[in-house]
Each structure stands twice: as C-alpha cells, then as structure tokens.
C-alpha cells in the first residue's frame, strides 16, 4: 500500500512539474504546502503518534489481559481514544483557524525573504500576496491529516496496517485530479493545487471512519485535558514535538534561507526531497510505521530481547534497500529527474539544479532511515525527553551549517546541511541507545551491514559503467530514455543481489530470533 502511494506521489509531482516548472509560482505553492505538512508532523503523525502510539499499546494490552475488547463500553481503549480524540479536536482547530486567519504571519515568518521584498516592492513582492492566499486554502489540511493520523494510529495499534498506508493516496489523487481539471480554470495554478491539497485531506479524513467503526474504534469525542491517559501523553508529546520533528523543522529553516536565494531555489529542493522521499517513505517510515506498536507491546510485556532484535531486524531491512537505493539514485540522478520531470516548463537546465539537490539529500539517506527506525527505540519506552536533546543538538548544528555552506553553495548547500545534521542525529541516537543499555551493534550485524555496502558500491560501478553520459541522455526521445532507464535499473538489481550473494549475505541475516 506504501508502494502504491509512493508510485502516486511521484505522478504527482510529475505533473506538478508539466504544469509549473521551476518558478515563481512552484516556489510559493510548496511553500504554502510545506507549512501545513510541518504542522501535520507535530500534531499528527510525527510526535503526536510517537506519544500516543505507546501509551494506546499500553491501554489495549490491559485490556487484552482482562479479555475486554475495544468495542466494549468498558474498555480502557476505548476511553482514552474518546478522551485524545476530543483534546486534540479542539488544539487542532483553534491551530487551524489562526492559521487561516493570520496566514500572513506565517509567510513573514517562514518567507521573511519574500516580506522584504514586499515591503520594498521589489520583484519578488507577488510571491508574499500569493502565500499569504495560498495558506488560507491549505492550512485546513491540518485539520483533516491530524483526525486522520489520530485514526491511523488507533488502526496500526490494533494490527490494521494497509488502511491507513493506503490513505495518501487519496491525497495524490486530488492533486493530480486538481493539476489536471482544475488549473485551466486559473489564471494562476497554483490556487488549483492549494484546493486538492484541501480536498485530499477531507477524502482522506473520510475514508478511515468507516474502518474505525468496524474496528470499533470509533467513539464520540470528549474533552480530558486532566486526565490520566491524555495527561501521560501530554508529558510525552511536549519534548517529542522536538524529537521525532527535528528533520522536518531543518527543512523549514532551509526554506527560510531558500527565500533569500534565487528564484527557484525552493521548488528545486522541493523535487529533490520528493525523490528522497520515495525510498524513504517506502523503507524508512514503512518500517518505523510498523515496529513501533511492536516495540511498544515488547516494553510493555518486558520482553527486552526480542526488543533489541526487532530493532536490529529493522535497521537490517532498511539497510538492505536503503544502500542501493542510495547508490542508484546516485547514479542515475540526472536522468530519472529527466525522465520524470523534463516535460512542459522543465528544462534542461532545472535537470541540473534539482539533481544537484539531490545528490546532497542522498548524502544523508540512510541517516533519515535509521533515525525513524532508532527513534522508535525510545519512544515506546516512554522515553522523550532523550531524543529532544539530540533533536536540539542536531537542530542547532543544521543551523550553523546552513549558515556556512548555503553562501557558498547555495540551496544545494542547505540540503548538504539537512543531510550532515541528520547523520550527526543517527549517531547520537545510537549512542544513546548503547549507552542506556537497550540496543548495540553486534559484530555479526557490523559486518551484515558492511556487505551490503559493498554490494550496493558494486551495483553503483555496474550502472555508471553502462549509464551513457549526461548530453546523450539529453539526445534520446522519452521513449528511448525510458528503456534505457529501465536497463540500467535491471543491471543495478542483478549486480545488487549477485554481489549478495558474493559476499554471503542470506535470507537467515533477516529473521527475528525470538526468546
């Protein structure tokens, strides 16, 4: 199902892409975008799941032991998902209503290059008008994601995956159904886009409730500011919103910087991240997705081995798709974006600028996978409060990176940053797990994860051998591009899992060994 959206996300942007190019109005579209999904990681899927997700575990496991079921009126589950749901109905939509109505504010402070400009009427002076509008329309997402994450949650906890990683892609739906139907009505597109991003969220927020009834998980909202369950998780919530957010607060601030940049800055790293995001979305947050109820429900049971072997596990599963996806995007940079994006108003020349994004996000690639697996480790502990210092330490460094690189750089030196600073962020939480005992790298695992570096570094030489160089790429015809593409890809696959072999990695590497 992850799949399925991700493949949609792409589309997505490809045709966001035809229709918009790399400009002035891209820019402003996902900045107004990027605002509402910054806040969807705090209150929703973000630290509101990592706080909410151990404490429901905790809840259902009580009730699983007293043979209650969630349905019942009596269950303790069932309470605190009327209890959260109610609190977080009424802080999201006092949020969302400021955010439409002082959407301005915003703008001044997340594009305060775009202010200046106003202020001066200078060229770039539309772009703040044009924001300012744009978030009124796409701020109410907040709204619709946050009930939505809050459902999807109640359903990952209960064993029900696919739903709710099928939901966005009802959201990729209504943008490219929007992009299509909807721009030729506007002088300027963008309004089009900002009105599926709103009308995404309400299908998504729809298509979950029939699925919380059925898994009896759907309950009238209460206000419960004092009580226990949602008091716990307010405990929780407050240092994770800097915890599990740090990557998404460095991209804001990249944002920031990039309205002080040249035109195009934004909208390139914006389709740079997009193509991260696809092995992201699909390894990374998959997994995180699922390992963290798991590990939830192994703490609660005290079950402290099979713990650290499903973290062990997920960092191997990541790794082993995470390495050559690294490697291959790498590789093949210039031509997927090619491939997928050089159509309509994207030339040649944003080919170049968007590939270069990206090799700076790919720095940090298995950096992003192996925080949202190790973050885990300590939310369904309870534990918050460490990961909101490293978060901090990591947030601080990208600061002073961005400050350093992006002169020099520019938006290519922003990405360059994000990545560092997630790296540094990896490490410190591991560190933290080793040191407060909960999980270490076996040797066994190091040189599991050495192989399969070496392998994808083997895969990478087999694809640049055969990649032709970047002016014929630009010779061929789409078709051509494509097949091409495709070739290469099925060399990287062969080489890959050849070169596994090679080097003895079998499929007994990736079980759990239970207690």
């Given at each position: 199902?992850?799949?399925?959206?991700?493949?949609?996300?792409?589309?997505?942007?490809?045709?966001?892409?035809?229709?918009?190019?790399?400009?002035?109005?891209?820019?402003?579209?996902?900045?107004?975008?990027?605002?509402?999904?910054?806040?969807?990681?705090?209150?929703?899927?973000?630290?509101?799941?990592?706080?909410?997700?151990?404490?429901?575990?905790?809840?259902?496991?009580?009730?699983?032991?007293?043979?209650?079921?969630?349905?019942?009126?009596?269950?303790?589950?069932?309470?605190?998902?009327?209890?959260?749901?109610?609190?977080?109905?009424?802080?999201?939509?006092?949020?969302?209503?400021?955010?439409?109505?002082?959407?301005?504010?915003?703008?001044?402070?997340?594009?305060?290059?775009?202010?200046?400009e106003w202020l001066h009427d200078g060229e770039?002076?539309?772009?703040?008008?044009?924001?300012?509008?744009?978030?009124?329309?796409?701020?109410?997402?907040?709204?619709?994601?946050?009930?939505?994450?809050?459902?999807?949650?109640?359903?990952?906890?209960?064993?029900?995956?696919?739903?709710?990683?099928?939901?966005?892609?009802?959201?990729?739906?209504?943008?490219?159904?929007?992009?299509?139907?909807?721009?030729?009505?506007?002088?300027?597109?963008?309004?089009?886009?900002?009105?599926?991003?709103?009308?995404?969220?309400?299908?998504?927020?729809?298509?979950?409730?029939?699925?919380?009834?059925?898994?009896?998980?759907?309950?009238?909202?209460?206000?419960?500011?004092?009580?226990?369950?949602?008091?716990?998780?307010?405990?929780?919530?407050?240092?994770?919103?800097?915890?599990?957010?740090?990557?998404?607060?460095?991209?804001?601030?990249?944002?920031?910087?990039?309205?002080?940049?040249?035109?195009?800055?934004?909208?390139?790293?914006?389709?740079?991240?997009?193509?991260?995001?696809?092995?992201?979305?699909?390894?990374?947050?998959?997994?995180?997705?699922?390992?963290?109820?798991?590990?939830?429900?192994?703490?609660?049971?005290?079950?402290?081995?099979?713990?650290?072997?499903?973290?062990?596990?997920?960092?191997?599963?990541?790794?082993?798709?995470?390495?050559?996806?690294?490697?291959?995007?790498?590789?093949?940079?210039?031509?997927?974006?090619?491939?997928?994006?050089?159509?309509?108003?994207?030339?040649?020349?944003?080919?170049?600028?968007?590939?270069?994004?990206?090799?700076?996000?790919?720095?940090?690639?298995?950096?992003?996978?192996?925080?949202?697996?190790?973050?885990?480790?300590?939310?369904?502990?309870?534990?918050?409060?460490?990961?909101?210092?490293?978060?901090?330490?990591?947030?601080?460094?990208?600061?002073?990176?961005?400050?350093?690189?992006?002169?020099?750089?520019?938006?290519?030196?922003?990405?360059?940053?994000?990545?560092?600073?997630?790296?540094?962020?990896?490490?410190?939480?591991?560190?933290?797990?080793?040191?407060?005992?909960?999980f270490k790298l076996s040797a066994v695992m190091?040189?599991?994860?050495?192989?399969?570096?070496?392998?994808?570094?083997?895969?990478?030489?087999?694809?640049?051998?055969?990649?032709?160089?970047?002016?014929?790429?630009?010779?061929?015809?789409?078709?051509?591009?494509?097949?091409?593409?495709?070739?290469?890809?099925?060399?990287?696959?062969?080489?890959?899992?050849?070169?596994?072999?090679?080097?003895?990695?079998?499929?007994?590497?990736?079980?759990?060994?239970?207690?």
């Amino acid at each position: 199902m992850t799949l399925i959206s991700r493949v949609l996300g792409l589309i997505r942007d490809i045709v966001i892409a035809n229709i918009m190019g790399v400009g002035s109005g891209a820019d402003v579209f996902f900045f107004a975008n990027k605002i509402p999904s910054f806040l969807r990681r705090l209150f929703a899927e973000g630290a509101f799941a990592q706080a909410f997700v151990p404490v429901l575990s905790e809840y259902h496991a009580k009730d699983e032991a007293n043979g209650i079921a969630v349905e019942d009126n009596n269950s303790e589950t069932r309470k605190l998902i009327a209890q959260v749901s109610g609190t977080l109905g009424v802080l999201v939509t006092l949020v969302t209503l400021f955010g439409v109505i002082a959407s301005p504010l915003f703008v001044i402070f997340f594009g305060f290059g775009w202010f200046i400009e106003w202020l001066h009427d200078g060229e770039a002076a539309g772009k703040f008008d044009l924001a300012a509008s744009l978030l009124k329309i796409t701020f109410p997402y907040l709204w619709f994601i946050s009930f939505t994450a809050l459902s999807g949650a109640v359903l990952n906890t209960l064993g029900k995956f696919a739903v709710s990683a099928f939901t966005p892609v009802l959201l990729n739906v209504a943008i490219i159904c929007a992009a299509i139907y909807l721009s030729p009505m506007f002088v300027q597109p963008a309004y089009a886009l900002a009105w599926g991003v709103f009308l995404g969220g309400l299908m998504q927020f729809l298509f979950q409730l029939p699925f919380l009834y059925r898994a009896g998980g759907l309950v009238k909202p209460k206000w419960a500011w004092h009580s226990e369950g949602v008091t716990k998780i307010r405990k929780l919530i407050m240092p994770a919103l800097f915890g599990v957010s740090v990557t998404q607060i460095n991209l804001l601030l990249d944002t920031l910087i990039a309205s002080f940049l040249a035109m195009g800055a934004i909208s390139s790293l914006y389709y740079a991240d997009r193509l991260l995001e696809f092995p992201l979305g699909l390894f990374g947050i998959g997994i995180a997705t699922v390992i963290l109820p798991s590990l939830s429900n192994l703490h609660a049971k005290k079950n402290n081995h099979e713990f650290e072997q499903t973290l062990a596990w997920a960092l191997k599963i990541v790794s082993l798709f995470g390495f050559p996806a690294m490697a291959g995007l790498i590789v093949l940079a210039q031509p997927i974006v090619m491939v997928l994006f050089m159509h309509g108003k994207f030339t040649e020349v944003e080919v170049l600028k968007v590939s270069f994004a990206l090799y700076a996000y790919l720095a940090g690639l298995i950096s992003f996978m192996f925080i949202k697996v190790l973050a885990p480790g300590y939310y369904s502990r309870q534990d918050t409060k460490t990961p909101v210092k490293i978060g901090i330490k990591a947030m601080v460094t990208n600061m002073a990176l961005n400050l350093m690189l992006a002169p020099f750089l520019g938006y290519v030196g922003l990405a360059l940053a994000t990545s560092l600073s997630a790296t540094l962020n990896a490490f410190w939480l591991y560190q933290g797990l080793k040191k407060q005992g909960v999980f270490k790298l076996s040797a066994v695992m190091w040189l599991t994860l050495l192989r399969l570096l070496l392998s994808a570094l083997v895969m990478a030489a087999c694809v640049y051998w055969y990649s032709p160089r970047f002016e014929v790429w630009l010779a061929m015809a789409l078709t051509d591009q494509i097949i091409q593409l495709i070739i290469a890809i099925f060399i990287g696959l062969l080489s890959y899992f050849g070169s596994l072999l090679v080097f003895g990695v079998r499929v007994s590497a990736f079980k759990i060994i239970k207690s």
